[in-house]
C-alpha cells in the first residue's frame, strides 16, 4: 500500500483502554500486516459532525482511509488490510474462501449475541426486568460458544494457521471478559490467549492504551 493510511478511534473510549472498541480490531490488522498507520481521535459529537459523517454514515468509529479510499466497518476494513496481504488470507482459494466465512461467522453469528449481553448490563442494570433479561440473553451466548468450541476442539486456531478469520474471532470474543462465560471453555479461553499473545497485537493494545492514558 502506498497511499498513508489512517483509521479514526475514540478520543477517550468508554473502555477506558481495554481495547474493546473496534479500531483495536483494525489496528491488530495492520499491525499483522506490517502496515505503518495514522490514528484521528474523534469526540463523539465529532462523530456526528458532518466530517465525519462523510466518512461514517452512522457516525462511528472505526474508519479507514487509504489515498481516495475511505471505509467503515471494522469487517470489510480489516477484510480489505487482509487481502493484500498473505499472512491474514491464504493464497489457497479455498482455504481463503474459509477464512473469510470465519469473518463474517465473527461478526454476524457470534458478534450480535455478544453484543446484545454487552447492551443488557451496560443499559438495563436498574431494570425489574435485568435478571431475567440476562439470563436469556446469556442463554444464547453459551448456545455459540458451545458450537465455537465443539468446531475448534483441540486447534489452535479455526481452519489452519493465524488468519484473519482467528483476528475478528478473537477481537468478537473479548468482549465477554470479566463474564466468566468463555472460561467455560478452556479451549476457547486459551484460543483468546493465543491471539493476545501474538506481538503484533500487543503493539495494537498498546498503542490504544497509550491514548487512553494520555487523555487521563
Ligand atoms: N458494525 C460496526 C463495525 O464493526 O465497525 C460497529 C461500529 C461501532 O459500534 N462503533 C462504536 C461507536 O462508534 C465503537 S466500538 N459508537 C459510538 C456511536 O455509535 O455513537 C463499540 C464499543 C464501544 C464501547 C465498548 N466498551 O466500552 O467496552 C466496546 C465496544
Not at 461514517?56 to 475511505?70: K, R, S, V
Not at 498473505?86 to 455478544?114: H, Q
Not at 440476562?134 to 476442539?153: I, T
Amino acid at each position: 500500500m502506498s497511499a498513508k493510511q489512517i483509521i479514526t478511534a475514540f478520543a477517550n473510549s468508554p473502555d477506558r483502554g481495554r481495547g474493546l472498541a473496534r479500531d483495536m480490531r483494525v489496528r491488530w490488522a495492520l499491525e499483522e500486516a506490517g502496515e505503518p498507520y495514522d490514528v484521528r481521535l474523534v469526540s463523539f459529537a465529532e462523530m456526528k459532525e458532518p466530517a465525519h459523517l462523510a466518512l461514517h454514515p452512522f457516525g462511528q468509529i472505526p474508519t479507514y482511509e487509504e489515498g481516495d479510499l475511505a471505509l467503515f466497518e471494522s469487517g470489510a476494513i480489516v477484510f480489505h488490510i487482509a487481502e493484500r496481504h498473505a499472512g491474514l488470507l491464504p493464497r489457497d482459494a479455498k482455504a481463503r474462501a474459509r477464512a473469510i466465512t470465519w469473518m463474517f461467522a465473527a461478526v454476524n453469528t457470534v458478534e450480535p449475541v455478544i453484543v446484545d449481553r454487552s447492551m443488557i448490563v451496560l443499559l438495563e442494570r436498574d431494570k425489574s426486568w435485568y435478571a431475567e433479561r440476562l439470563a436469556l440473553a446469556e442463554g444464547r451466548v453459551r448456545v455459540r460458544l458451545g458450537e465455537l468450541s465443539a468446531r475448534l476442539g483441540s486447534a489452535d486456531w479455526l481452519d489452519g494457521a493465524f488468519n484473519a478469520g482467528d483476528l475478528m474471532m478473537v477481537s468478537v470474543l473479548q468482549r465477554l471478559g470479566g463474564s466468566g462465560l468463555i472460561e467455560e471453555h478452556p479451549n476457547l479461553a486459551a484460543y483468546v490467549a493465543r491471539g493476545e499473545a501474538r506481538p503484533a497485537y500487543k503493539r495494537a493494545f498498546a498503542a490504544q492504551l497509550a491514548v487512553f492514558k494520555a487523555a487521563t
